[in-house]
């Protein structure tokens, strides 16, 4: 099997406990391949890992080391996640890791934008 995964878009906002809520924008495809290298596109069920990480601060994590990492069910082509972390976050995405065959892993990652930027 091959994906095709990436982040879109993710987003942030300090809450009043001091944690961000970060909401996460993500698409994937799933190609499955015959013995003669044909393609073709096969509907996503996958359990994928969704992740959350951080800068480097005084007492907090250290540059990209994980905030949260968790395995979302992805069933659509497009999906959106609410996710909460401790700290504020700097880059998110899907398949963090690059554990699956992705046709282009760099795009799997985004930076966080917070409110207003």
Known sequence: MLYD???TAATSSRQADGSYAVRLTVESRRF??????????????????????????AGGPDPGRPLL???RHITQPSM?????????PVRAGIDPFNKLIDRNPDN????VGGEGR
């Open 5 to 7: 995964n990436r982040a």
């Open 32 to 57: 499955i391949a015959s013995g003669d290298g044909a393609e073709r596109e096969a509907p996503v069920d996958e359990w994928i890992d969704i992740g959350v990480f951080g800068a480097k601060e």
């Open 80 to 88: 959106v996640f609410d996710l909460v972390v401790p700290v504020e």
């Open 69 to 71: 990492v968790e395995k």
């Open 108 to 111: 799997n990652v985004t930076g």
